[in-house]
């Protein structure tokens, strides 16, 4: 299957059978599952490649840092604050030494009222120094969670608990239906269950946390994986905010709910410009989802004005499609021509590109594996990039660099970027290298519709006006 097939079939499937409107032990469950399944039938059926490097402890290191999670950074502990602030786990190193959470901090240094922030593990821990203050963590919250499935696996599960006959019966005719619809088989009740049973532990804590640090706003980063922290807040009758931290379209199935609402969504999202605010069908009214810009973006590139750039083409990886676009590369490299080639890797690839990309080691091309040289600055030296359909595509923009799309798995996310001029699409190698070949850089784009411009003021205005109860924030 094609990967736009896969979608929309999934998206057939969820009308087919009114997915949206079920529930099992009185929890709208497809709408916390929709996204992981989708991406697993994905990946089973080699659409995508593995995403991103994951952690799983053994029980007993769980239970260290669950523990230790007790007396140190425990948000039960954390103060009481105007605003709440689950952030992003994937922090970057800058100058300074500190880890910045590009997406929070430079928002938190501006707004004056107080603030928490909540930050969960990544890659098995947490990365310091913290640019940001006032950090608790979600380690043994999330642990805690874990324990009902893994301390009862299987079939000693106890899933009569839970749900019904006849819901068990739902969920093995959603399970049947996906076998049917895309010879793959899913655990669709083990899925379910161990969801349920993570919320289960983690509402009620949620809940005591919030009346704890009683925010007046919760403002998060991501938004699916996180709907039992979403459902706290609507229960204590706090409202949330979503900051845009990726590139979106109707393809992503966090974001596009084409099928009807989603319970456990933000009630604002704030995103990054005009452009992304009809990317996908929200789950929300669309006069709360606000373009503002974004912060880390803006503030960072005047750092790299007046930089000369260089015949100089960045491949950006990432990795659901990095095996074609490090392969893309090499080939590149390895033809006549005056350009430098640079191979970027996304962080999630950064520990095994090796065993996965191992052809890039022995290709004339520079890999970059890790945060510096920074990505802004090899765009500044840079005049073209070619990838797939990552967020840092649009960030090259900013530095009006010549784009190209490669025809790769996923290309459909970027639909709206190729028909809005912004980037020229290439099927093979051929075309990519002639393309190259009679490029002297620059699009002539305007970035200010995809990052509205003033950043930083916009978004702190929009959340000082969504605190303090306004109709309309700017």
């Known amino acids: 299957m094609e990967f736009t097939e896969v979608t929309d079939r999934v998206l057939s499937l969820e009308a087919d059978l009114d997915l949206l409107d079920l529930e099992v032990a009185g929890v709208p469950f497809w709408e916390r599952v929709r996204f992981d399944i989708n991406r697993t039938l994905m990946q089973e059926l080699g659409v995508l490649s593995q995403a991103h490097t994951h952690d799983d402890p053994s029980y007993g290191e769980a239970l260290y840092r669950l523990t230790r999670n007790l007396f140190v950074g425990n948000p039960l502990l954390a103060p009481e604050a105007d605003l709440l602030v689950w952030g992003h786990e994937r922090r970057k190193q800058l100058e300074d030494g500190l880890w910045w959470d590009i997406y929070c901090d430079p928002v938190l240094e501006r707004v004056e009222e107080d603030w ?46 839970l749900f019904s006959a006849a819901e068990r019966d739902t969920l093995a005719r959603i399970e049947r239906e996906i076998a049917d619809r895309f010879g793959v088989t899913i655990d669709v009740e083990e899925r379910v269950e161990e969801r349920l049973l993570r919320r289960r532990v983690k509402l009620p804590i949620y809940r005591r946390v919030l009346r704890r640090v009683d925010p007046d706003v919760a403002v998060v980063v991501v938004s699916y994986g996180r709907e039992t922290f979403v459902e706290a807040c609507r229960l204590e009758g706090i409202p949330v905010a979503e900051l845009q931290h990726g590139e979106l379209s109707e393809y992503h199935m966090g974001y596009h709910y084409p099928n009807g609402p989603k319970r456990d ?25 606000l373009p503002v810009g974004y912060p880390y973006l803006e503030r960072r590139a005047t750092r790299f004005t007046g930089v000369e750039s260089e015949r100089q083409v960045v491949f950006l990886s990432q990795g659901e499609s990095g095996e074609r676009l490090s392969r893309i590369a090499t080939e590149f490299a390895a033809l006549e021509h005056d350009w430098s080639v640079v191979y970027k890797l996304h ?49 090259g ?47 002539g784009v305007d970035p200010g519709r995809f990052f509205r411009r003033g950043a930083e003021e916009n978004v702190v205005s929009a959340l000082r006006s969504i605190r303090t109860g306004a109709d309309s924030p700017e």
């Open 347 to 395: 962080p999630g690839e950064y520990s095994r590109w090796r065993e996965a990309y191992p052809w890039l080691e022995d290709a004339p091309l520079r890999v970059v594996d890790s945060s510096e040289p920074p990505l802004y600055e090899l765009f500044a030296r840079s005049r073209a990039q070619v990838g797939a359909y990552s967020t840092a595509l649009y960030e």
């Open 397 to 443: 923009l900013y530095f009006d660099l010549d784009t190209y799309v490669v025809d790769v798995p996923g290309i459909e996310c970027v639909q709206g970027l190729l028909d809005s001029g912004g980037a020229t699409l290439v099927r093979s190698i051929d075309t990519l290298a002639e393309r190259l070949r009679g490029s002297s850089g620059g699009t």
């Open 116 to 161: 928490v922030y909540l930050e969960r593990e990544h890659e098995g821990g947490h990365l310091t120094p913290a640019r940001t203050e006032q950090v608790y963590y979600l380690d043994w919250i999330n642990y805690a969670s874990r324990f009902p499935s893994k301390l009862l696996p299987g079939s000693v599960r106890p899933t009569s608990l």
């Open 265 to 289: 969504f933000p009630d604002y999202f704030l995103a990054f410009g005009e452009f992304w605010t009809s990317a996908a069908d929200f789950p929300i009214p669309e006069e709360r989802i």
